[in-house]
């Protein structure tokens, strides 16, 4: 029992709510020249491990021989981060300088005045070479608070030899790939139980929604200055039909899983020995397709022994990788993962953090992205990502990528979970277009905020 | 038969003798303003530490919960007051009673449940020899030192539906439908599994509390009632129930009121798999509103909810103490 938790929440959710009567920033003198900056300090958050140990050494070393301050970096969990941002921004004694975050938790910020204006930096960081759609996400209106840090997407991991003994090939169109995977579901060569063509989990909307982006359709649309949720609309409705089908004839994924670690079921290597070392059951694999962000490849392959640790090796006559098609035979526009960067509006250094983001999109640090695999902001620098398969399913995958709408209540939407509720439901519901049109009413209402 | 009472303070606090009060060395003149204020002045650092600690965030949720206080309004918009319109817009909306209905349900179960195994274990203890008592105790002890989240995440790997230790123990018992059965995703199985999970962390304190209860209870009463014939059920029901029902009372509200709390492990389970909204209890809801969405106005009038349902629930049991004291 933990008696204390409820106190220590309602506590901490207080001095949250105490922590705006706090606010007033004050001015700075400019910081001119390196000496001026020797006792400064900036302090960068960076959401989760994406961005490598290197790059960070990068940044601050580059940050100490420009402005002579000391660059901080803190190192954020993504999946507290909304709350720390919530609590930490508007409090001028403790806020961090300059925040990455979520693409997608961007409008819930920038809305309500967490960042600090960047327009008049905007054409020197890169302008229209910058990723676009991430660049919306981050701007109200045509004032930007928030400019893209890197772009990941997710594409398709598969199994070669499943793939061939069920005779099927890679697929060019959405609908050739939601046959294959049905009947490799069906078809079975390795004959394991409860085998998934393609694993997807019931409510795993952020993969699901390509479905309804390949078709045409969206999560919602702003009509006369009001958000709307559109999951019913006919395009939407043709995509969630597919996932339906999907759902029911191809995976066997529980409708209440998640995207957490989808790799675990298309690795086979984790065989089941019995004492004398021999292989008792075939193997756990469970399916033959996921579709994951590049990152997974390192966490699929053969499982082999390096330096005294079991690692998995990508082997490339087991695995392989693709984007998933669209009904064109063009990559389908799947959710562009990535993050934001800005720089918080109670900051107490505001030269120094607009410095920080020179550092950050100077082409320098923007091949560095690329070379640590993460999509480099700026469209000039995206060959650095290299020209693996990775790479190029990145690429593919990412030329067509769409975020979710920019309403301002959208991370009101995603934390209440009401999107997982209703992809959830999909696989054994016999009105489709009724429950979609039930959760729009739901959705609507949240959208603005 | 010696009426003998329990003393009540907290279980597990030290009820040991207390020491005689030692005469002050300097007496003082009787009355004397010094002397009045005196007690004052050494509860004042505690009144002190209490209102910084409990009142200013209590006042602030009361203050709040009359406010419509978004995010906007955390970055720096002012507030507006609203009056009543938070609790006007919860008490009409089923979706706050459906999590009322559902944890005060959880609360009552769970606790029924926890104080019912933890009697047995503690009757079980009594019955031990020294060395297998011991044993239990310790035991007992570490399952409630446990971290929650370290418990919490063995529990999860047990009800996995792919690789769970329960799925594959039932498969191994023959009931083949077991296998990759997802025990979470239905709300009744998912608050089965919370449920037993609680009980597991709670049972060791109320084991624990009862058996020190028992102990409180005479040999010599045993032993009369064992002379007159009464069977090891007739002692139970007529001697040691009686003489432990204040413990059992204390011990039943404490649960009661805790299980009405419960944050982590719904937390870590919802996490784990199921659906939110169908799964949440008034903790989890309250985060979801707070912290989530970022609606703090209705988040505090939910939290100055659950201090109601809290306050009344735990009236009972202070009245109790209060009518002990005089």
Known sequence: ?449 | MPSRTLDHDPPGSASGPVPAPTRSAAPRRPGSGASRRLPYLLVLPTVLLLLAALGYPVGWQLVTSLRRFGLAQQFGAPPQWVGLDNYAALVSDPTLWGVVVRSVLFCVVTALVTVAVGGAVAVLMNALDRWTRLALQVALLLAWAMPIVAAMTVWIWIVDWRRGLLNWALVHLGVDSAAGHNWLAEPLSFFVVASVVVVWMSVPFVALSIYAGLTQVGQEVIEAAMLDGASGVQRLRYIYAPLVAPVLSIVMLLQLIWDLRVFTQIKLLQDAGSVANETNLLGTYVYQLGTGKGDFGTASAVSVLILLITVALSWYYVRSLMAQES
């Open chain 1, 1 to 449: 029992m933990n008696r204390r938790l409820p106190l220590v929440v309602l506590t901490s959710a207080a001095l949250a709510l105490s922590a705006c009567s706090s606010g007033g920033g004050s001015d700075e003198p400019a910081a001119t020249s390196t000496a001026d900056n020797a006792g400064e300090t900036v302090t960068l958050w960076l959401a989760g491990g994406d961005t490598p140990d290197e790059l960070r050494t990068y940044l601050q070393d580059t940050f100490a021989s420009e402005t002579g301050a000391t660059l901080k970096i803190e190192e954020q969990a993504w999946g507290d981060l909304v709350t720390k941002l919530t609590t930490a921004l508007p409090d001028a004694a403790n806020t961090p300088d300059v925040v990455e975050l979520g693409n997608t938790q961007s409008p819930t910020f920038t809305n309500v005045g967490a960042f600090m204006d960047i327009s008049d930096m905007y054409d020197e960081l890169g302008g229209d070479k910058l990723l676009q759609s991430f660049v919306e996400a981050g701007s109200v209106d045509d004032t930007k608070y928030a400019l893209p840090y890197y772009f990941g997407s997710r594409y398709m991991f598969y199994r070669k030899d499943i793939w061939k003994k069920a005779g099927v090939e890679v697929p060019t169109t959405l609908e050739e790939f939601n046959s294959a995977v049905a009947t490799i579901a069906e078809d079975n060569p390795e004959d394991i139980k409860n085998f998934s063509g393609f694993f997807i989990g019931g409510q795993d909307w952020r993969n699901g929604i390509s479905w309804i982006f390949a078709n045409g359709g969206d999560l919602a649309t702003k009509e006369d200055g009001q958000w709307v949720s559109t999951l019913s609309d006919p395009a939407s409705l043709e995509g969630l039909t597919q996932l339906q089908t999907i759902q029911r004839e191809a995976s066997k994924a529980p409708a209440d899983a998640k995207d957490q670690s989808p790799w675990l079921y298309i690795n086979d290597s984790d065989t089941i020995l019995d004492e004398e070392g021999k292989q008792t059951s075939k193997t756990s694999l469970a399916a033959a397709t996921i579709m994951a962000p590049g990152w997974a490849h390192w966490s699929i392959g053969d499982l082999v022994k390096k330096d005294g640790k079991q690692v998995r090796e990508w082997n490339d006559d087991t695995f392989g990788v693709f984007a998933l098609p669209g009904t064109d035979g063009e990559p389908a526009p799947v959710f562009a993962g990535g993050s934001n960067i800005a720089i918080s509006a109670k900051t107490q250094n505001p030269e120094l953090s607009e410095e920080l983001l020179r550092i950050v999109f100077s082409p320098e640090y923007q091949k560095m992205l690329g070379g640590a695999g993460l999509g480099p902001a700026n469209s000039d620098y995206v060959d650095s990502l290299g020209d693996d398969e990775f790479a190029q399913a990145l690429i593919d995958s990412a030329s067509n990528s769409k975020l979710t709408p920019a309403a301002p209540g959208w991370a009101a939407v995603e934390s209440s979970q009401v999107l997982e509720e209703f992809f959830g439901k999909i696989r054994d519901t016999d009105d489709l277009a009724g429950l979609a049109q039930q959760y729009d009413e739901k959705i609507t209402p949240m959208l603005n905020g």
